[in-house]
């Protein structure tokens, strides 16, 4: 390699070629759905279009970091489940379970990650295996909690708030949120000895075992962020609905993997930025958006999504075969 | 048929991994019914020569002729379909399949589209008993069988392709003495055959035996190709080594006083890999491990650095037994040990990560306060190895992989000595890089010992060994063979007790049984 590609390399690492096509598919989007109505260009409509991402943005935040140890959290779906059911829960035991209503949703996540976190670092089972194995566990503990039913507790005014609210005018809170996640997140990547461990970890486990690094407890708290941030997730979309719903995540499984991939993480670990992930959000929103607003059967928005993601996935340049 | 003319000819072949340079301009031609024999160093570029030939890697430049045809092969199969087979040093095989699924594992003989058991099991009967085992019942499982034997099953694999040309990597290095001279009927008989065999090992009376032509490789490029028996052994190992490396090595301070151990094991033992090892290393010495490759030395530096599970017997640091359980154990203050692992790609660096990112690594818990990377704290730590081991790299924010083979090892050391560690084991660290930089290195080495580092050091290059060692420990199947000092040190003295045969010098232990 010459002088001068490394120099490039090392300017680009901020702009991966990955980060600037996902970019590029969003500007496609949007130019494409302003063919079909003029409403996709104006304000409001991006704006609610932020909002709506911004749900999935903290859930894929959470993914971002165990897709970057190379693991998968297959958790998602029951993980935000569990914890809007359980916030929503909460509120239910006074004034004092109002105020804990948000934490302990949180809370509950965090145990559910800690769960998947043990099963991978110390057991050595299969991140794939022991978190699809915690989703259908949470799933079951929650149907017995609630009897099959939509839970009839409803979320706090906090949670409402939250979702809902703008405390500046204009700039929905939830947005915010998601600004402030995502700022920490960015942080803990690139200024923190974590950070730095988790894409040692994602690059070569071995290597960063032999360097020292605790390794197996880095996984585990990995696993336990992205389950906290799922339940965070829950939390704020029972805010938004207002209650929790049986189903409520199952929709944000696909999406939230889909995001960190589009966004040129390596599903393989060990490489990747926030700005991808933060691009991956906002191209699945928009995608799922325009095809909500066309005038197709439902199986039909279905099938064009996966297509649009599996063609999307083949637009990134993949690494040559190391032969 | 031509005789005489090459049957197959490799021509200019160069090859890099990364800015790793692994072959340069190399070359090799074979012909029908002889044996070639590839001499070389472990990193000369043999088994990437042989690989390129098999199809397993492309080569980045460079011809190859088949029958006078130029010829390219894009995978195994089209390696093989040219009458290439190749037998491995690491085994192929699936263990979970018996020995006939195996054999023709990669072009089962099918009926109506079903894999014909009957043919498959008279292809693999036939394949070995060509390979001289006609003994192995072919619906055993590989599994089932000892090293050795599945070794001879491998061979048989590469015989059913019915092969012209027939590669053999190391293959005899797992086997016992009667089916290594079993192995060696039948590969004379298959270059009676007409068959073409490269001979690829490292035991020098295995190809006086057998070879009619060798190639000599070192540092990626062909050194001489000469007919077998016209060059004496001294000579074919000073092209091996090359002359540069009588004078590389620093020179060693005289006695050393007899001061307390740093390290001390009593008895260490693991599986049935390590046999009651005890030594001790001091303050301010070099001391080897010798023998032939894989007689574990390299269990043995893992076993220290606390990467093995159920270790028996004890091991004491400043004279206190202490317990070990991680690497980040072995790291910590008290402590203060390093392990330079031997793998670059895949124990010591992360190659997409940056040369910072790489360094600072193994110091995360010394360059961060509350959890946040301390920037000017690792600036400095950085700019201080940088300065130190002379690292080449243009920019510390480009990947590690692009750097050369010698600067990513002076990084993998350098990841390492920014922890300032008292004791310092190092996993054959000179495998495939220039030799300037070895010499860097081993004055390094000498450096740190001379400031009180204790060195603990593998290597598979007897010259290094006696350059740089003030003790060197012989191993032989997992236990200490040998203990050999100062003058001590000789080729000679390290090669009789590396293969365990008594020579002229007394021998301190009795084999142990």
Redesign the interface.
Known sequence: MTRATERKQGFMRSLDPAVLTAFGCIVLLLVLGSFYSRSFLSPEYLLQQLKVASFLGIIATGMMLVVLLGQIDLSVPWTVATGAMMACAAAAYGPLGTTLAIPFGILCGIGIGLFNGVGVAYLRIPSMIVTLATNAVAQGVMVVYTGGFSPQDSATAAMRYLATGALIPGIPNVVFIWALIGAAMVFLLRRTGFGRAVYGIGNRERAAYLSGINTRRIVMTAFAASGGLSAFGGVLLAGYASKAAQSMGDAYLLPAIAAVVLGGTSILGGRGSYLGTVAGVILITLLQSILSVTQMPEAGRQIIYGVVIILMLLLYGRAPASR | MENGGPLFRMEGISKRY??VRALENAGLSVRAGAIHAVLGENGAGKSTLIKIMAG???ADEGQMTLDAQPVKFASPAAANAAGIACVFQELSLIPELSVADNIVISNPPTRFGMIDRKAQRRIAEEALARAGAADIHPLALVKDLPLSRKQIVEIAKALARKPRILILDEATSALTAADVSKVFAVLKRLRAEGLALVYISHRMNEIAELADDCTVFRNGSKVASYAAGTRSDAEVIEMMIGREYHSVYPPKPGRLAQIAPVLETRNLSWADRLHDISFSLRSGEIVGLGGLDGQGQRDLLLAL?G?LRGLRGTVLVDGSPISIG???Q??RHGIGMA?I?EDRK?????????VR?NL???S??R??RG???D?AKEESAINQMMTLLAIKA??I???VG?LSGGNQQKVVIA?WLMRQPRIILLNDPTRGIDVGTKQEIYLLLRRLADEGAAILFYSTDYAELIGCCDRVLVLYDGTVKRELAGAEITERALIASALNIPSAEPTQREPAQ
Do not use: C, Y
């Open positions: 990364g800015g397993v890697v492309a650095f990467v991680s690497p980040a072995a790291r392990l692992p895949t124990e010591g660096l992360m190659q997409p990560m940056t990112d600072s690594l193994a995360l818990d360059l961060t959890g946040i990377i920037r243009g920019n924010d480009a990947p692009a990841k």
